[in-house]
């Protein structure tokens, strides 16, 4: 093999190798992702003072939604989430789960603080494994020769359930601001295309699922984010003026 034969450019057969050993993998980081963004979910309808059906459905939208973006993007008709009520069941699950203990143990008295610490470290974990999930799609509907497709599909999957989530509860989708979110899910998505050909799909595979963790808990740790242009501070002060004009009008 050349030196091109990396994962998303490999020959049929090599390909056709690595879909048998993506496929129980894609199952495992499929059903790691769903629990973890329904949990984080949930925790926004609740944080949102919503009722069980309103928290079910921030919860199937993080866990299901941008799975069936990824679907619809390659052909899949109708996406896996309506053909298997596993995942479906499983958001479900974790809902009614979050929701009673949030009700009956001690999570409802924790301080905010720590509430957002469980969503940072659930949703990290979402967007983590949805990573690998849509990357392994990638790798599947034919990648070959171009790292477009994996890394489409795995950014896409991974950022679009919490968009979704984001917008029913009338929140700015943390991917538009907060620190390093959508580009540690493009790092885990690159170092899966180029490393895949060298050491395997399933070790490149959680490496790149290790490696969002990191960027993603290092981002939050020490408040990464990317460049954020800003106006000079004389129109700064002259936009508050007129935005506080314009509110008492």
């Not at 866990?63 to 109708?78: E, F, I, K, N, S």
């Not at 995942?87 to 009956?104: H, N, P, R």
């Not at 983590?128 to 034919?142: E, Q, S």
């Amino acid at each position: 093999m050349g030196s091109n034969d990396m994962l998303c450019g490999s020959g049929k057969e090599k390909r056709k190798t690595m879909l048998v050993e993506g496929m129980d993998l894609w199952r495992l980081f499929d059903i790691i992702g769903t629990i973890a963004f329904a949990v984080s979910g949930a925790l926004v309808g609740l944080s949102r003072r919503m009722d069980i059906f309103g928290i079910s459905v921030l919860a199937l939208a993080t866990a299901v939604g941008g799975g069936m973006v990824r679907d619809l993007l390659v052909g899949l008709t109708p996406p896996m989430a309506l053909r298997d009520t596993t995942d479906f069941l499983l958001a479900v699950g974790v809902a009614f789960a979050t929701s009673v203990l949030y009700q009956w143990s001690g999570l409802r008295r924790m301080r905010r603080r720590r509430l957002r610490t469980i969503f940072n470290v659930s949703d990290a974990i979402g967007l983590a494994a949805f990573t690998i999930t849509g990357a392994l799609t990638g790798l599947r509907f034919g990648g070959t020769g171009s790292y477009v497709l994996t890394v489409l599909l795995a950014v896409t999957t991974a950022v679009g359930g919490g968009m979704i989530r984001d917008v029913l509860a009338k929140r700015m989708p943390v991917v538009l601001y907060a620190e390093v979110y959508a580009a540690a899910s493009l790092a885990g998505a690159f170092v899966f295309c180029v490393m895949g050909g060298a050491i395997g799909v399933e070790a490149v595979s959680w490496l790149a699922f290790l490696l969002v963790l990191l960027i993603r808990f290092a981002a939050i740790h020490w408040n990464w984010s990317l460049y954020h242009p800003h106006p000079p501070k004389c129109h700064r002060e002259h936009e508050a003026e007129r935005e506080w004009t314009d509110m008492r009008q």
